[in-house]
DNA sequence: ATAGAAAGCAACCTCCTGGTTGCTTTTATG
DNA sequence: CATAAAAGCAACCAGGAGGTTGCTTTCTAT
């Protein structure tokens, strides 16, 4: 019920989106400022970053594309904030395959038994 | 001490190669099959996904790369495994960047009271 | 010894990504 | 109101990602 709207994306399509928006170390930087305290400005973000505001910009659209930030305009700011779902659900699947992986190990060991 | 190699790669660069290892529909698939069963050959893995044989293999280098996945040379088949330690670690990250957001929360939460 | 399966190697192609520059629009503020 | 900050828009570019084809090499089994 909580589905946002009309694009509907496989589940395997919308994490390998997720998990490949966190694929850059630009992006991940993004990340950690945002988990980590108070929305920012896009200038406010690519101050330190060696890259043009419009990089830093095109780097905050992905993201939001993989819904792991969302913004809010505010005057003539536009200010980016952490969204902290995605991630949970993404720690969900990784559990999912860790015991998967398990339970595949312990199959396998009442034949072997090593 | 469990580092293996030369090749000292930063912690945010790895894990952004892992990231980026996992952010593509057919290497989460081969990693899905993987990670639920027995290591398997390369032609093995083509054989359902309408991808070749070749394209299967570049994958499979890419998922090796992050270590998500790695290849044991069996006669001549090359079969490869699941690793799941990689996994362990993206998800301890996970975890760290969801406490980093609550803390944040907790901080913010002391002032606006809303 | 030879045929066939499994995989490696290499060249090639297309399209997306990450980045840039230059200009315009919006919105504060002295 | 004029100026400057913040951001949007659009075009462009180089390189890498994902894929293919074609040929060679390495094993195994008959």
Do not use: C
């Not at 709207?5 to 589940?11: C, F, I, Q, T």
């Not at 630009?26 to 920012?40: E, F, H």
């Not at 419009?54 to 913004?71: D, I, P, Y």
């Not at 969204?83 to 395959?97: E, G, T, W």
């Amino acid at each position: 019920m909580s589905r946002t709207a009309l694009k509907r994306r496989s589940d395997l399509e919308e994490r390998a989106t997720l998990f490949a928006a966190l694929g850059d170390e630009t992006r991940l930087g993004i990340v950690g400022k945002l988990s980590g305290g108070a929305p920012q400005s896009i200038a406010r973000l690519a101050e330190g970053s060696a890259l043009t505001r419009q990089a830093v910009t095109k780097h905050l659209r992905v993201l939001e594309g993989a819904g792991v930030v969302h913004s809010v305009k505010s005057g003539r700011e536009n200010l980016f904030a952490f969204r902290p779902q995605p991630l949970k659900d993404l720690r969900a699947y990784l559990d999912q395959v860790s015991n998967q992986w398990d339970d595949a190990l312990m199959r396998l060991k009442d034949f072997v038994e090593k």
